[in-house]
Nanobody, 123 residues
Framework: QVQLVESGGGLVQAGGSLRLSCAAS????????MAWYRQAPGKQRELVAI???????TYAGSVKGRFTISRDNAKNTVYLQMNGLKPEDTAVYYC?????????????????WGQGTLVTVSS
C-alpha cells in the first residue's frame, strides 16, 4: 500500500515560521500533483497550495506571498514553508497526493491523504 506521513507542525507565535514535510512511501510508480490542505475548527477543508510534477504551483489567496510549496521528486516528498504566520492560519494541515502504482498489469492512480499535522499560531 501507499501512505503519506506529515511532520513539522507545532505551536508558533504570530509572525513566525514553520516548515511542513510530507513523505510518500510504499509501492509508488509516479506521483502527479501534490498538495497541502487545511481544516480549521468548525470550517471546511480548504486547498492551501498545489504543485504539479513539473513544479508548477498554485496558492490560495490567503497564503500567497507567505507560503511556499516545493517538492523533491527523488524523495517523493512535498514541503510547505510557512512564513509570516497569522492566528487565522491555525488548522490541521493535510498532505494530499495523486499517486500511481501498478496493480497487476494496470497502472492505477489514487488520491492519498496524510493523517494531518496541527499548526497553532498564537497572537
Amino acid at each position: 500500500q501507499v501512505q503519506l506521513v506529515e511532520s513539522g507542525g507545532g505551536l508558533v507565535q504570530a509572525g513566525g515560521s514553520l516548515r511542513l514535510s510530507c513523505a510518500a512511501s510504499g509501492s509508488i510508480f509516479s506521483i502527479n500533483d501534490m498538495a497541502w490542505y487545511r481544516q480549521a475548527p468548525g470550517k471546511q477543508r480548504e486547498l492551501v497550495a498545489i504543485i504539479t510534477s513539473v513544479g508548477r504551483t498554485t496558492y490560495a489567496g490567503s497564503v500567497k506571498g507567505r507560503f511556499t510549496i516545493s517538492r523533491d521528486n527523488a524523495k517523493n516528498t512535498v514541503y510547505l514553508q510557512m512564513n509570516g504566520l497569522k492566528p487565522e492560519d491555525t488548522a490541521v494541515y493535510y498532505c494530499n497526493a495523486n499517486i500511481g502504482r501498478w496493480i497487476l498489469a494496470d497502472l492505477k492512480f489514487l488520491e492519498v491523504w496524510g493523517q494531518g499535522t496541527l499548526v497553532t499560531v498564537s497572537s
